[in-house]
C-alpha cells in the first residue's frame, strides 16, 4: 500500500469513530481538521504546557473528561508510569483508546462520571479537568469529590469563563442588608443556561474568572499558576472550615435537624 493509500485508509478509520473535538494528528493525519477553534487543544496546550512538570516519571494520571485522548497522550509522553483517563461518552473514549494505540502511548481509559471519582478509590499526583465544569449541573459538587476523592496533589483546571475579567476583593462576611457587591462586575458569579450556549444543550454553568477562583478554593484548592486565561494550576489545600465547607467533606454523624427520640416522642 502507498503512503496516500495509507493515509486514506487512516482517514476513513478516523472518520468511523465519529465527529472528534479532539483534533490529533495520527501520522500527518488530524483527527479534526476543520475545528471551529483551530488546531484544538495544541493551540491552547502550547500556552501552558510549560506550567507542566516535564518529567512525571513514577507519576499517576487522572484525565476527568478525557474526551479524544490529547491530555492523556501528551501526560504519557512525559513519562507518568500510569494514565487513567474516564469519560462518560462512549463514542469519545473509543476515540481515545484509537488514539492512544496508533500513538503507542499504554493508557487506560473507562467509562465513568466526574461524580463517580470514589469509585476508583485512588489517589492520584495528578489531575486534569479540562473543558468539563461548565457541562456539569453540578460543578461544586465535582470539584469537591475530585479534592476528597481523587487528587494527592496537582490539579490542572480549565473552564470555558465569560464575564468580567477582574476579581474584586471580597469581605470575609456582609451584613444581610448589604447587596451592593452582587452587581459588582468582579464578583464571583456562575451564569446559568437554561436552554442552549454555543448549540450545546450540555452547557450549564459558566463562571467569570472570580467565580473560578473562588470556587477552587471553596474546594480545597490552591492556585500556584495561572498561565492561560482558562487555565489553572494547583495544589491540594486544607479544606475550607467552619459553616461554609461543603456536605462531601463533613464529619459523618447526625444533621442538626435530623429529629431525635425525644422530639418524635412515643
Given at each position: 500500500?502507498s503512503p ?5 485508509a487512516?482517514?476513513?478509520?478516523i472518520e468511523a469513530?465519529?465527529a472528534?473535538f ?8 488530524p483527527?479534526?481538521?476543520n475545528?471551529?477553534l483551530?488546531?484544538y ?5 502550547k500556552?501552558f ?12 494520571v ?9 491530555y ?8 507518568a ?6 469519560d462518560?461518552?462512549?463514542?469519545y ?5 484509537f488514539?492512544?494505540?496508533w500513538?503507542?502511548?499504554d493508557?487506560e481509559?473507562r467509562?465513568?462520571s ?10 492520584f499526583d495528578?489531575v ?5 465544569l461548565y457541562?456539569l449541573?453540578?460543578?461544586?459538587l465535582?470539584?469537591?469529590?475530585i ?7 496537582l490539579?490542572?483546571?480549565q473552564?470555558?469563563q465569560?464575564?468580567?475579567r477582574?476579581?474584586a476583593?471580597?469581605a470575609?462576611d ?18 446559568f443556561i437554561e ?9 450549564w454553568?459558566?463562571?467569570?474568572r472570580?467565580c473560578?477562583?473562588a470556587?477552587?478554593r471553596a474546594?480545597?484548592?490552591a ?8 487555565v ?8 475550607p472550615?467552619g ?5 462531601p467533606m463533613r464529619?459523618?454523624g ?13
Open positions: 500500500m496516500v493509500e495509507e493515509s486514506a487512516l482517514r476513513r478509520r469513530l465519529g472528534w479532539h483534533n490529533i494528528d495520527l501520522d500527518g493525519v483527527t479534526a481538521p475545528h471551529f483551530g488546531d487543544p495544541r493551540v491552547k496546550w500556552r504546557a510549560d506550567a507542566i512538570p516535564a518529567d512525571l516519571t513514577g507519576r499517576s487522572l484525565d476527568i473528561g478525557c474526551n479524544g485522548g490529547f492523556a497522550i501528551e501526560m504519557k509522553r512525559r513519562g508510569a500510569r494514565v487513567l483517563g474516564v462518560s461518552d462512549e463514542r473514549l473509543a476515540q481515545a483508546r488514539a492512544s494505540a500513538t503507542g502511548q493508557i481509559f467509562n465513568l466526574v461524580y463517580d471519582v470514589g469509585a476508583l478509590g485512588e489517589h495528578v486534569l479537568f479540562m473543558g468539563v457541562h449541573r453540578h460543578p461544586l465535582a470539584l469537591d469529590l479534592r476528597e476523592h481523587a487528587a494527592r496533589d490539579f490542572v483546571f473552564s470555558m465569560r464575564g468580567a477582574d476579581v476583593p471580597v470575609e456582609y451584613d444581610f442588608w448589604k447587596d451592593d457587591h452582587f452587581a459588582q462586575p468582579g464578583y464571583p458569579k456562575l451564569h436552554h442552549r450556549y454555543a448549540n450545546d444543550w450540555t452547557n454553568w459558566v463562571p467569570n472570580a473560578t477562583e470556587m477552587l474546594s480545597g484548592f492556585v500556584v499558576a495561572h498561565p492561560e486565561e482558562e489553572y494550576v494547583c495544589r491540594c489545600a486544607p479544606l472550615q459553616a461554609g465547607a461543603v456536605h464529619p459523618a447526625p444533621r442538626h435537624d435530623t429529629p431525635t427520640a425525644e422530639d418524635i416522642g412515643p
